[in-house]
């Protein structure tokens, strides 16, 4: 088989990022760049091909209808912008690809397009954007905006990628001539207004940036529901995929390349990223042991479950009788969270025999556990049977687990032939596109 992508998904954005837990990177102050530059350091020695940087625009208080939870335990609240960290993260770098999340309902195109032709030169080609269209009305209510239907946010978010791309199209690097015997720097015929005019959008244009190295940023999506799959099957050139089971993934991989074939683009062009983590033990029985405590103590903490679905969701779980029935819940939240939730208990099941069905081990999507090498041969054989173009570790920054992964993890998977050992390329989309 191919060899296949590692990225990073800091899930927590630019926040306190596991303040008060194990994994918390002492020694670091919080609002400072240093500890994200020390963990992109980290998975730059170990080959990734970049790290995306969560965002999101509201402090939460769905759960108990109030705040106190996640402000007192520094979960998803206080949060600054990921984007002025971005330059930060470059000058700690020469390689990865650094991917902010920026929302589609809360920019206007020409704004976001002059941003990341902006980062693009400032990164000399090594940054990509995390495509999302906010779950939250609370997010939407902080810009003075009613949260639009779950499809229709797709909708605009569409027409928002097709105005951007038209920009960073508006004034391509074959403008540049900087030639100081004519005295001319830019060439005025390679820059033309777009003039769009869309149901969400208008602008004129052009943009007055010119390109970057890339000519526009690697584009992210993470598409869960139908709407969101197609989405980013005609949009994303990278698609984050939770999913968590191996039928799930061929499930998963098999519509979005599909989707992108029935448009016509070249599935090679599409690249799927399934969310994982890793258990890593001496033994292959002593890192089952360790999954089971952190399973079990997962199950018994009812409110942190309760609070992160209720968050994505806008659905107060604080609400629900845990020894009653479940009943019929909607959401134009996030709809395929609420889906995976209640998918793993039986019909009729209580809020109680949902949340203690869960067996998550504290990592995003599909787990991995064992020693290294025993983990190396999980994953090529996941890959080899889904078809999938790579794994994206979804967890906070965490230094001490960064190096684990990359200093246990990725010598295995290299001895195997599976991942990069260097950068062949100079810019973030080359490498990404290289397998």
């Known amino acids: 088989m191919s060899q296949f992508h590692l990225g990073w998904f800091n899930g927590a954005g630019f926040s306190l990022n596991g303040w008060g837990t194990p994994s918390f990177g002492t020694g670091y102050k919080p609002w400072e760049p240093d500890m994200f530059q020390d963990g992109i350091r980290i998975l730059e020695r170990g080959g990734f091909d970049f790290m995306i940087l969560e965002d999101s625009s509201m402090v939460p208080e769905t759960f108990g209808g ?49 941003l990341m032709t902006t980062l693009d030169h400032l990164t000399k080609g090594r940054i990509g954007w995390n495509i999302v269209t906010a779950t939250t009305q609370l997010a939407w209510s902080n810009y003075g905006l009613t949260q639009p239907e779950h499809d229709e946010r797709y909708n605009l978010a569409d027409e928002f990628v097709e105005v951007t791309k038209q920009l ?19 060439s005025a015929a390679d820059v033309k207004p777009i003039d769009f005019e869309g ?3 208008s602008s004129r244009g052009p943009l007055n940036a010119p390109a970057g190295p890339q000519g526009s940023p690697v584009l992210f999506q993470a598409g869960g529901s139908p709407a969101g799959r197609r989405f980013a099957a005609k949009n994303a050139e990278v698609i984050i995929a939770s999913c968590t ?4 993934m ?32 001496d033994t292959d029985a002593e890192a089952a042991a360790h999954a089971d405590r952190r ?20 659905i107060d779980f604080s609400k629900l009788d845990l020894d009653a029935p479940m009943p019929e819940l909607t959401t134009n939240g996030s709809q395929s969270s609420l889906k995976e939730f209640l998918s793993t208990a039986a019909p009729g099941a209580t809020l109680r025999e949902v949340l203690e069905s869960k067996s998550n081990v504290g990592v995003m999507g599909f787990p991995f556990i064992g020693t290294a090498d025993s983990i190396a041969g999980q994953m090529q054989d996941v890959m080899a049977e889904v078809g999938g173009d790579g794994f994206l570790f979804g967890a906070s920054i965490a230094p001490e687990y960064m190096t684990a992964v990359v200093d246990r993890v990725v010598p295995a998977l290299r001895k195997r032939g599976l991942v990069r050992t260097g950068y062949e390329h100079a810019t973030f989309r080359e490498n990404v596109m290289e397998f």
């Open 66 to 114: 109030s705040p106190e939870f996640y402000l007192n335990h520094g979960i998803m609240a206080p949060k600054l912008d990921p984007v002025p960290l971005v330059p930060y993260l470059a000058m700690a770098t020469k390689h990865i690809g650094i991917v902010p999340t920026l929302t589609t309902g809360f920019y206007q195109p020409w704004m976001l397009a002059r």
């Open 168 to 186: 960073w199209n508006s004034f391509p690097a074959s403008a540049a001539v900087l030639d100081p015997e004519t005295g001319i720097a830019y």
């Open 199 to 201: 149901k969400y959008f």
């Open 245 to 248: 089971s191996v039928e799930d």
């Open 250 to 281: 061929k499930a998963y991989y098999t519509d979005v390349k599909s989707h992108a074939v029935s448009i016509g683009r070249d599935p090679e062009t599409v690249k799927v990223m399934f969310t994982t983590g890793v258990i890593i033990g």
């Open 295 to 314: 399973r079990e103590a997962f199950k018994k903490n009812y409110s942190m479950q309760m609070a992160g679905i209720s968050n994505i969701t806008g």
